[in-house]
């Protein structure tokens, strides 16, 4: 049985395939969180500072009980800013009126990188490099905009408007708006969306001007735009690593670059909106790829299947995430959603070169909750992937770890480690629980937690909770999801390590937020501080 489940698993390595456990430990599980024309947040641009503010931690809790460990945040729409920006706009979708800054003032990207951070979730910047406005109407513009500043870099066609990537200066500008949030604010990556030439109206003559002007050795104006994006890929990806080299910067491509490369027909991106995704593979412009495929399996003009086979086999070192949807174009479902949804996650699982899924949208999936628990996908939690190749030094673990119970209460205590030899401390700590006899750190069913690397106490509460549960641990990730491996384990006791509700620790509380990660846990709290020690 042994020798044919080995030839079954090179049968499938050879083919791009690889026989992986149903449980990664490892998944990118992201989700786009849609600003423009108040998608998923805030539900209303009218809403009170207070209520957007809370909506948000509401959105974000329901993405990390849903199993979710990384959110892509649209921070720039149309050349406008749901952050403090020094160059645009406040964004429309925000406040009700472009340039108005929120009132009473917050900072949505702050805000949304803190509770990212403090519920174990990664943080992206989405940005729409070259959009400008999805209407012509300059009522609406205000006096800093992009379009009154330089109108001369804006091509414009019927109901839409966006930056000419093929002047020098626009490409210089965009990099120079990514740099900014980068070394301003706490983001672990940066995405860029599909929105380059256009896909409607298609562009004509438009950019015939800058192309007289900059495209001199392009005999081929297809050619030249083309290059247009990679200069643009290429300046941006250099913008940020000048400013923090572990902040991750990905595309998002439509799913199709040519219809020969996976059988497919219809739209495509090499001819219709002239980007080539491959370019930036092959001169490693990006850190990640984010092809959407939102077709379902068996799709008679774009198989899901054979699109996922071909991207597969053409990523060489980034990571491959597949940008899914519940709402699928073309759609012809053979099954419900959710079953689709289940297939095309097992499908991914297939293939040792995809490293996860990011969904579009977080409304959308969160509408879906049957993908929240119960088929398989998202019981467990899973850890971001590691990029051994932007930094592979592991940070040290946390020390002095201590389980004490008190009343019906599990309580992990520990102290700070110190920076590992690059610098870094954790950025996140998982908690884990183990059996008796099984202390398996590469089985995500002992992953009771991801949290934030400034906590230094957790609660587990008891009720109910699984007799299962002996060992504990706790190790830390940095900021590109390495894990520590100096890691030592604390079995739950009586006697001196178990305390009663009459012991001198006083615990201050912050209001959490529910997990059930494992079968039987009741909603627990991450603790602010354990005050008197024993």
Known sequence: ?????????????????????????????????????????????????????????????????????????????????????????????????????????????????????????????????????????????????????????????????????????????????????VRRYDVDGVNFDDYFYPYSPRIQREDFESYTLYGGKFSRISDWRRENINSLIKVVHDSIISVNPKVK???SPFGIVKNSYAGTSGLNSYSDVYTDPLNWLKDKTIDYIVPQLYWTIGNKDADYENLLKWWASVVDGQHLYIGQTLTYSGKVLKRNLNDELNAQLNLNRDFRNVSGSVFFSASTLLKNLEVKRGNGIFEYRALVPDMSYKDSIPPLSPTGLKVYQISNSIILKWKKEKPAADGETAKFYVIYGFEENDVNFNDPRNIIDIISGSEEVYEIQIKGLSERDKYFAVTSLDAL??????????????GSDTLNEKSNINLSLKPGYIKKKKSGYSPSRVINTLLAPP
């Open 1 to 181: 049985m042994t020798k044919y489940f080995i030839l079954i698993c090179w049968m499938f390595f050879i083919t791009g395939a690889v026989c992986q456990p149903s449980l990664p430990k490892r998944e990118m599980r992201a989700v786009w969180v849609a600003t423009i024309s108040n998608i998923d947040w805030p539900s209303s641009k009218y809403l009170s500072t207070k209520d957007k503010i809370n909506e948000l931690k509401n959105l974000f809790d329901r993405l990390k009980d849903a199993g979710i460990n990384a959110v892509f945040f649209q921070v720039r729409a149309e050349c406008d800013a749901f952050y403090d920006s020094p160059y645009e706009p406040w964004s429309e979708w925000l406040t009700g009126r472009r340039g108005e800054e929120p009132y009473p003032y917050f900072d949505p990207l702050k805000l949304a990188v803190k509770e990212a951070h403090s519920r174990g979730m990664e943080l992206h910047a989405w940005v729409n490099p070259l959009r400008v406005s999805n209407r012509t109407d300059d009522s609406s513009k205000s006096p800093n905009h992009i379009s009154r500043v330089h109108p001369g870099w804006i091509l414009r066609f019927r109901n839409y408007e966006m930056l000419d990537p093929g002047i020098p200066g626009v490409r210089k500008y965009v990099a120079k708006i990514v740099a900014d949030v």
């Open 249 to 251: 910067f990905g595309i």
């Open 481 to 494: 999801n390495n894990e520590s491996s100096d890691i030592s384990y604390v079995k739950l006791l009586s």
